[in-house]
């Protein structure tokens, strides 16, 4: 077991535990504290993976991310934060995430072997070929990036379309006053 | 053979925390933050499967780049940069709903005063 594998075991330990600690903290504050601290680790883990570029995107959208949890919550206390009374209820939903958890499990040895990525195996996809030809055919020697504004780059309009639909929805919820209000409004003024 | 797939197992107990978070808890911040858990899990699972062992960061510096016999060892030794790509993509998206989610729960706190789903939807108006 080489040491990167040890590294990475530790690391999603502790992001289990600070989720763990998340789902179960009475305090809404701590909850968003951990989840921070789980997306710390993620950030982490993108370094030792070898995805330097994940990790630079990682920490900056979970300072975001905390920083946005941390003004909603800071303003708005709120004391009801336990689990549904009914115990039926919380025992199936146990039962069946354990059963999701079983065959879930299941699943994941029957795929390729951590370590050895279908890049490595006998067919080994379009990844080869953009390693192979990236830097003739792009000429970025960041071959991230070369997928992602070059070979994929419908994708990263698609996701420069859902962020923009993501941004002007957030601002529609959270604009003071309506369109219809405005209109009303300046129409009281004039009369 | 367990533990060459201990860390996909992690990566799957990360999501049903994250899962359960979603379904079992009646605070909106808190299945706020079980959808962010989730979208974690993804993310490192999907990285997960692009990792080979001893596998260097796919960046060729200008030495590598140099020449095509040098590229070939390095593309040899490097991780896969497919899964990084669309995974760097499902991140932003992560925040951007994150964000969508947020400002929801916050109407619904200036509306209702409670953050408790149970008691929003026994109110009306």
Same mark, same amino acid.
């Given at each position: 077991?080489?040491?990167?594998?040890?590294?990475?075991?530790?690391?999603?330990?502790?992001?289990?535990?600070?989720?763990? /600690?998340? $789902?179960?903290?009475?305090?809404?504050?701590?909850?968003?504290?951990?989840?921070?601290?789980?997306?710390?680790?993620?950030?982490?883990?993108?370094?030792?993976?070898?995805?330097?570029?994940?990790?630079?995107?990682?920490?900056?959208?979970? @300072?975001?991310?905390?920083?946005?949890?941390? #003004?909603?919550?800071?303003? #708005?206390?709120?004391?009801?934060?336990?689990?549904?009374?009914?115990?039926?209820? /919380?025992?199936? @939903? %146990? %039962?069946?995430?354990?059963?999701?958890?079983?065959?879930?499990?299941? $699943?994941?040895?029957? %795929?390729?072997?951590?370590?050895?990525?279908?890049?490595?195996?006998?067919?080994?996809?379009?990844?080869?070929?953009?390693?192979?030809?990236?830097?003739?055919?792009?000429?970025?020697?960041?071959?991230?990036?070369?997928?992602?504004?070059?070979? #994929?780059?419908?994708?990263?309009?698609?996701?420069?379309?859902?962020?923009?639909?993501?941004? /002007?929805?957030?601002?529609? /919820?959270?604009?003071?006053?309506?369109?219809?209000?405005?209109?009303? #409004?300046?129409?009281?003024?004039?009369? | 053979?367990?533990?060459?797939?201990?860390?996909?197992?992690?990566?799957?107990?990360?999501?049903?925390?994250?899962?359960?978070?979603?379904?079992?808890?009646?605070?909106?911040?808190?299945?706020?933050?079980?959808?962010?858990?989730?979208?974690?899990?993804?993310?490192?699972?999907?990285?997960?499967?692009?990792?080979?062992?001893?596998?260097?960061?796919?960046?060729?510096?200008?030495?590598?780049?140099?020449?095509?016999?040098?590229?070939?060892?390095?593309?040899?030794?490097?991780?896969?940069?497919?899964?990084?790509?669309?995974?760097?993509?499902?991140?932003?998206?992560?925040?951007?709903?994150?964000?969508?989610?947020?400002?929801?729960?916050?109407?619904?706190?200036?509306?209702?005063?409670?953050?408790?789903?149970?008691?929003?939807?026994?109110?009306?108006?």
């Amino acid at each position: 077991m080489g040491m990167v594998m040890l590294l990475l075991l530790a690391l999603l330990a502790f992001m289990i535990i600070g989720s763990l /600690i998340a $789902a179960e903290s009475e305090d809404l504050l701590s909850a968003v504290v951990c989840v921070g601290a789980v997306g710390s680790g993620l950030a982490i883990i993108d370094l030792l993976l070898g995805a330097p570029d994940l990790a630079i995107t990682q920490v900056v959208v979970e @300072v975001l991310c905390v920083a946005i949890l941390i #003004r909603v919550v800071l303003t #708005r206390r709120d004391e009801t934060h336990e689990t549904h009374k009914d115990t039926f209820a /919380i025992a199936t @939903v %146990l %039962l069946v995430l354990g059963v999701l958890l079983v065959l879930g499990g299941w $699943a994941m040895t029957t %795929l390729h072997p951590f370590g050895q990525p279908l890049l490595a195996s006998d067919a080994p996809g379009v990844a080869a070929q953009y390693l192979a030809g990236g830097v003739a055919e792009v000429g970025a020697v960041n071959y991230v990036m070369s997928v992602l504004l070059d070979y #994929r780059a419908y994708d990263t309009l698609g996701e420069a379309t859902v962020i923009f639909v993501s941004v /002007i929805g957030s601002y529609a /919820i959270l604009r003071r006053t309506g369109r219809s209000h405005r209109a009303a #409004r300046s129409q009281e003024g004039e009369s | 053979m367990t533990l060459t797939a201990l860390p996909y197992l992690l990566a799957l107990a990360l999501m049903i925390i994250g899962l359960y978070v979603v379904v079992a808890k009646k605070n909106i911040i808190k299945i706020i933050l079980g959808v962010a858990i989730l979208d974690y899990a993804v993310n490192l699972f999907l990285l997960l499967l692009g990792y080979r062992d001893g596998g260097t960061a796919p960046i060729a510096s200008p030495q590598q780049a140099a020449s095509s016999d040098t590229l070939a060892t390095f593309a040899a030794g490097s991780v896969d940069p497919v899964p990084q790509a669309l995974v760097l993509t499902s991140i932003v998206i992560g925040l951007g709903c994150l964000a969508l989610m947020v400002s929801l729960a916050i109407r619904l706190h200036e509306k209702f005063g409670t953050f408790d789903m149970t008691r929003i939807r026994e109110l009306k108006g």
